[in-house]
């Protein structure tokens, strides 16, 4: 089996994207299909994105969303799977199919870190993840979209069904409350903040509530 060690260094000096799953995808789809034909970045995208793109890496780290989607993985993807899964679930997501263990610990007050083949912080997503992820295979300017926030959209827009923050439709933090999506989303900003401080040159270029890492000049329109 493949792990992280595997991929130290492999895309050094490229360009990498991050493809998220939030609603800005469909909205700047145009733009961002130049921006990959143009730029031909490393592309890691995040659950169940498939029916927008075919990522060069499609990483999983939540179970329940890896349980309802992974079966959606296209066979051209390299899969990267979180070391929380579950060996079992794996079998029976993708069967024998081959996958790159992402050995990492998820902890609120650890320092970001690299040791020994495992990835050590404060991640809270799939996204943030993958930053990181992209700056061990050596890549030296990251973009990100999709990465909208919980909390970007009206709440009411929300409960009416006017809007999704999933490209792909509902998802099951549809149902949060305002209050716990706020806070999620306050979480996973000091996330990506740790992560600019680490020295990680990346930026948000779809609309996002993390306002301060997004480059809103990137797509013009």
Request: include cysteine; charge should be positive; aromatic fraction near 12%.
């Amino acid at each position: 089996m493949k792990t992280i060690k595997d991929l130290i260094g492999i895309k050094k000096d490229k360009i990498g994207l991050v493809i998220c799953s939030g609603s800005s995808i469909i909205d700047y789809k145009k733009e961002i299909d130049k921006f990959i034909k143009d730029i031909k970045p490393v592309v890691i995208g995040i659950n169940n994105i498939n029916n927008l793109y075919i990522p060069e890496y499609h990483l999983w780290t939540n179970t329940q969303r890896f349980r309802t989607f992974g079966k959606n993985i296209n066979d051209k993807s390299k899969i990267l799977l979180g070391s929380n899964i579950a060996a079992k679930v794996i079998k029976e997501v993708i069967g024998n199919k081959e996958y790159i263990l992402i050995n990492y610990i998820d902890k609120q007050g650890i320092p970001l870190d690299y040791k020994k083949g495992k990835l050590y912080g404060h991640y809270r997503n799939a996204g943030c993840l993958s930053i990181m992820i992209l700056h061990l295979m050596g890549v030296s300017n990251i973009y990100i979209v999709g990465m909208d926030g919980y909390s970007e959209f009206n709440y009411e827009d929300y409960k009416s069904g006017k809007i999704s923050h999933h490209c792909y439709g509902k998802g099951y933090t549809d149902n949060k409350t305002w209050e716990e999506r706020k806070e999620a989303d306050e979480i996973v900003y000091n996330c990506l903040k740790n992560l600019f401080s680490y020295g990680i040159k990346f930026r948000i270029i779809t609309p996002t509530m993390y306002k301060g890492l997004y480059d809103e000049t990137f797509f013009k329109r």
